[in-house]
């Protein structure tokens, strides 16, 4: 139980172009959901805390406006990626808790990899 | 925010022997939950172990087991009988709320 859907698991696109991911709790309801970003050979940074039928909570030096979340159901978060630009090449990752208990781990997606040329 | 600190970017150890990960946090909480993450070359995340804090138990997971000193904030991962499968990137975590902070990882080699 618990999996986590993330999709596509690579895209890659042209700059100035936007890209949606999508991440989606298949067998559990997830009311908030995490979006991570991971350099090679980094940790998991934090990006943004997706919360459902409100707005996002976004990690400090996170341009909201560039990386847009959208939490319309239990199960669904999207992160867009708009206007992109080869900086913004990285591997992202979501994850979400199953259970809403504080000491559920997370379970993740398996990542989506974007290029950006 | 909470540090979450791995102070052995990598570690390599022979097939079957064991090997332990160090992981030191810095909180002024007494409830919260650590966690042992592992990362294959395929990138996806799995989690290995839990431990909540109340607990003065050390988890234990097949042959995977923690050295939980609350004190010390410390909270290391001893693999034993190590496998060629073994071989990632280790990720060790704290929680609190809905707050989730991930040290900087450790990259294990298991050399056959």
């Known amino acids: 139980g618990a999996v986590v859907s993330q999709h596509p698991s690579r895209v890659i696109c042209k700059s100035g172009t936007s890209v949606k991911i999508e991440c989606r709790s298949l067998d559990f309801q997830a009311t908030t959901m995490f979006w991570y970003r991971q350099f090679p050979k980094q940790s998991l940074m934090l990006m943004a805390t997706?919360?459902?039928?409100?707005?996002?909570?976004?990690e400090q030096g996170v341009e909201k406006d560039k990386f847009l979340i959208n939490h319309a159901s239990l199960t669904l978060s999207t992160l867009t990626v708009t206007s992109a630009h080869p900086e913004d090449s990285s591997f992202y990752i979501c994850?979400?808790?199953?259970?809403?208990?504080?000491?559920?781990?997370?379970?993740f997606g398996n990542g989506t990899r974007l290029t950006v040329t | 925010a909470q540090t979450v600190t791995q102070s052995q970017p990598e570690m390599s150890v022979q097939e079957a022997e064991t090997v332990t990960l160090s992981c030191t946090y810095d909180?002024?909480?007494?409830?919260?939950?650590l966690f042992w993450y592992k990362q294959p070359p395929s990138r996806q995340m799995i989690l290995v172990i839990r431990?909540?804090?109340?607990?003065?138990q050390n988890a234990t997971e097949n042959r995977f087991s923690v050295n939980f000193q609350k004190a010390a904030k410390s909270f290391s991962l001893k693999i034993s009988d190590s496998q060629l499968g073994d071989a990632a990137m280790y990720f060790c975590a704290y929680s609190r709320g809905n707050q989730f902070y991930f040290g900087t990882g450790t990259s294990l080699t298991v050399i056959p």
């Open positions: 997706s919360n459902e039928g409100s707005k996002a909570t976004y």
């Open positions: 994850s979400a808790r199953a259970g809403g208990h504080f000491n559920s781990p997370l379970h």
């Open positions: 909180t002024s909480e007494s409830d919260y939950y």
């Open positions: 431990q909540e804090a109340y607990k003065q």
